[in-house]
Structure formats: structure tokens, C-alpha cells
């Protein structure tokens, strides 16, 4: 079945640093690949998205690119910041059978950024 | 106000006790659904639906059931309690337009802690 699978945590970086969260994912057919970010107390909220192999989401310095050839969504940021502390989740849509649209999630990677 | 709304926040309650959670949506979305977090594993789907009389069963329902009573509200009970369905739910809502599996939107989060 479909399954996603990313890098264990935690992960801990200074204030401007680069970020890689890796991401690798198990689907037929195409799915649609997500980023999601946990802040402390929260819900899950959108950090990106691409529909397509080639697409690349971006969003507040977030990026990753849908990788068809190795199957992957990698996270990537060039300088992160005290702010960016939270729980990074990758994740597919399904787009098969009955299930249509329901999302798989990795485990999350947290993310810890020093001062 | 929040688009998608979750009662109560924290619950700590005793084996054997019924508990009801309550979603609430004001995004007008077809789609709702039921996940539980717990460290180290991610979110995990109990129920979804995809309209008022449309319910499924996710990854882990048993010892949980829901209610679809509107559109606009989705509610998960667990008929009796057991320490082990200690952990964070999350209500979600999503739509679908054309071809594309749009984002889950997410309520806060309910802690319940069962003793």
C-alpha cells in the first residue's frame, strides 16, 4: 500500500542554518505530496504542496521538489530560524479506490532551532 | 473566528467512561475527518466522511465510532474508554475540485488523557 517515509528527529540546528528534512514515498499511480508544520500547541497547517512530478511548493523560504525518479519530497530551507521550531510532516493524497483524497502521513520530524 | 473548531480542548477522564469529541467546520467542506497523534508515529486516520451520509472506517476505528450529524459537524465517541486512547485527536476538514486533492484543514487538537 501506499506509505510515506521521512527522517527520524530530532532534529536540532542553529539560527541560519540549512535545512534538509527527508522525505521518500510508496504510492501507485501520482499522488500529490505535502508538507505540513506543527507549532507547538497547535493544529497541523499547509507549509506547501506539488501535484506533479517536476512541481516544486514553496512557501515562507520552504521548499521541496516532487522527485518521480527516486519517489522523494525533501524539505528544504537555506536559513532557518528560532521561529521554524515545530514538527514537519510529509504526506500523500491518495488517490485510490474508495479513499480518494485521504492523506498518508510520515511520523513527523521535530525540529529545533537555536539561538 | 477559527474554520474549524474542536470541544472540548482537554479531557482527562476514567476507564470505562463514555466520551463524546466534537468537531465544528464553517469552511462549507464535504469531507471530514478523525486522526489521533501519538508520539513517534504520526497521525494515524480512525473515521472519515464524505458527506452526511457517507461515513468510513480509517487505519484504527476500532474502539471508536462518529457521527455525522450535518455537514458542518463530525463527532467521535469512545463507547468506553481505555488508557491506551491517551494521545492528541485532531478533527480535518477537505474539499475536492476537479482532478486535484486539495489540503486538510485542522481543527487544535483535543488532549485526552484516559486514567
Known amino acids: 500500500g501506499n506509505s510515506v517515509t521521512q527522517m527520524e528527529g530530532p532534529v536540532t540546528l542553529s539560527e541560519e542554518a540549512f535545512l534538509t528534512i527527508n522525505c521518500t514515498y510508496t504510492?501507485?499511480?501520482?499522488?500529490?505530496l505535502f508538507w505540513y508544520v506543527q507549532y507547538p500547541g497547535e493544529g497541523l497547517q499547509l507549509l506547501l504542496k506539488a501535484t506533479k512530478a517536476d512541481d516544486k511548493g514553496s512557501n515562507k523560504g520552504f521548499e521541496a521538489t516532487y522527485r518521480k525518479e527516486t519517489t522523494s519530497f525533501h524539505l528544504e530551507k537555506g536559513s532557518v530560524q528560532v521561529s521554524d521550531s515545530a514538527v514537519y510532516f510529509c504526506a500523500l493524497s491518495d488517490r485510490g479506490g474508495g479513499s480518494q483524497g485521504n492523506l498518508i502521513f510520515g511520523k513527523g520530524t521535530k525540529l529545533s532551532v537555536k539561538p | 473566528d477559527a474554520d474549524v473548531t474542536q470541544t472540548p480542548r482537554n479531557r482527562i477522564t476514567k476507564t470505562g467512561k463514555r466520551i463524546m469529541l466534537e468537531c465544528s467546520q464553517t469552511?462549507?467542506?464535504?469531507?471530514m475527518y478523525w486522526y489521533r497523534q501519538d508520539p513517534g508515529l504520526g497521525l494515524r486516520l480512525i473515521y472519515y466522511s464524505f458527506d452526511v451520509k457517507d461515513i468510513n472506517k480509517g487505519e484504527i476505528s476500532d474502539g471508536y465510532s462518529v457521527s455525522r450529524q450535518a455537514q458542518a459537524k463530525f463527532s467521535l465517541s469512545l463507547e468506553s474508554a481505555i488508557p491506551n486512547q491517551t494521545a492528541l485527536y485532531f478533527c480535518?476538514?477537505?474539499?475536492?475540485?476537479?482532478?486535484?486533492?486539495?489540503?486538510?484543514?485542522f481543527g487544535p487538537g483535543t488532549r485526552l488523557t484516559v486514567l
Open positions: 504510492a501507485t499511480g501520482y499522488p500529490s
Open positions: 469552511k462549507g467542506h464535504d469531507r
Open positions: 480535518a476538514t477537505s474539499d475536492l475540485t476537479g482532478d486535484q486533492y486539495n489540503e486538510q484543514f
